[in-house]
Each structure stands twice: as C-alpha cells, then as structure tokens.
C-alpha cells in the first residue's frame, strides 16, 4: 500500500478526524509563508517589531506603516484545491474539525465550516478599550485616510485587527482547538513545519498522526505516514482516491 492510499485507509476508518493547517496549504494561492528559508517572510521583517502588540500601542504610526502592510496584503487572494479538498472530505464526512493557524481566511472562503483559527483572522478587528468588532476594511480605510492609529466611533478607543501578535494571549478557538485534538483518532497535518508553540503540541495528543508538508518537520517520527510534497496536489489525490481504498 503507497502512502497516499495508507492516509485513505486512515481516513475512511477513523470516526474522528482533525485537520492542522499552516502557511503550506496557502502558498499556492499566492500567499509566501513565514519560516521557509528561501523566501519566508520573517527572513526579511523582524517579527517582533512588525507584528507587534507592544509596537502597536507604543509606536502605531511604526505598526500601521509595517506590521499592519503585511496583514492588508493577505486580503484579496482565493481559496486554491487544496482549501477545497479539504471542503469536500469535511462535506463528506471524513473531516470532523479544521485547526488552522493561519489567518488569511481562506478555508471559510473555500466554504469549510467547522474551523478553528488559532491565530486569529483577517476578516476583522476590535476597539481595545470597549471590545467593539468592526470589519477589517473598516480600519484599513481609515488608516488609508491617515487617522493613525485608527480610532473606535464609539469611545475612541484604538482599533487593531483581530489577529494573534506578539505578545498577545491565544484566542479561545486554541482553547477548543486543544480539547478537540486531546485524544482524536486521526490528526493530518498540511503544510505546517510545525515549529511554533503552542500549536506544535496538538499533534502529540492525537493516537494517531499523519504529515503532509514540503519539508520534514520534527514530529515526523512519530507519525503513521510522512509525505513531503506539495499540499495541494497531494490533498487532491487523496479526495480522488478515498472511494477506492478499504
């Protein structure tokens, strides 16, 4: 049995299935990833000064110019087969939950339903001061029209985007996220090195692991079946070959 056959006897077996993505499943859509050494978008921006929730309140004219740019940047790009595939196994069936750290939002574009985003989003942000939530665009027109930082209509409180920066706390969706993967039977990680904590527990609580990514990450020994190749195209022959396999 090759492995793309062993991940679908995995899969048809299994009555309770969790997906891990990361930066991986994105990239074909257009979106560079943080970590990979050839073109990662830490290897060229410090993260601690651009995404930053000290530098926000501290210095917002630094984080709105920066750190905010990369987040604006994400927005506009499109689910690619590899968000879809992982649709259809959830529509069929054979995928209980998405974990995600990822905030680009493209596996609710793609229509996925069940997800976890650990990192929070870009769909939108929230006044620090009295938690109200605000669409995304409506902080970007307004940084676009010079009011930095953006300010609350309500109490003129800062706006900031919803997503996980330094030096914030984890959403309650990691929370879930934890309780969901403690003890599921099959957790299949895409596109994820695996390398930030503390996303990069959940696979030790799985009974049973399986890793989709271009690179070997360190859980690979432990994991029932290891592919390192395109997430996309592997995502695609796995949803081709599902009804075939026992």
Not at 36 to 45: C, P, T, V
Not at 60 to 88: C, I, V
Request: negative net charge; proline residues 5%.
């Amino acid at each position: 049995m090759d492995r793309i056959d062993k991940v679908c006897s995995l899969l048809r077996n299994s009555k309770n299935t969790i997906v891990l993505t990361g930066a991986g499943i994105s990239t074909d859509s257009g979106i560079p990833d943080f970590r990979s050494a050839d073109n990662g978008i830490w290897n060229k921006i410090d993260p601690m000064e651009a995404l930053s929730s000290k530098v926000l309140i501290n210095n917002p004219k630094k984080f709105y110019s920066q750190g905010y740019q990369l987040l604006d940047n994400m927005t506009g790009f499109k689910p690619n087969d590899g968000h879809k595939a992982l649709r259809e196994l959830e529509k069929r069936g054979l995928v209980d939950y998405l974990i995600t750290q990822n905030i680009d939002d493209l596996h609710y574009k793609a229509g996925s339903e069940k997800v976890f985003e650990v990192h929070g989003n870009i769909r939108t942000g929230s006044c620090i001061k009295c938690g109200r939530e605000v669409k995304l665009d409506v902080i970007t027109d307004k940084v676009n029209r010079g009011e930095i930082p953006p300010k609350c209509d309500i109490c003129n409180g800062i706006l900031r985007p919803d997503v996980v920066m330094f030096g914030d706390r984890l959403p309650e969706d990691f929370n879930k996220a934890w309780q969901l993967a403690d003890g599921c039977e099959l957790l299949i990680v895409v596109g994820s090195s695996l390398s930030v904590a503390p996303v990069n527990f959940l696979p030790k609580l799985a009974k049973k692991l399986v890793i989709i990514n271009l690179e070997p990450t360190p859980f690979d020994n432990i994991a029932e079946v290891v592919i390192n190749d395109n997430c996309s195209l592997v995502l695609n022959e796995i949803l081709n070959k599902i009804d075939k396999v026992e």
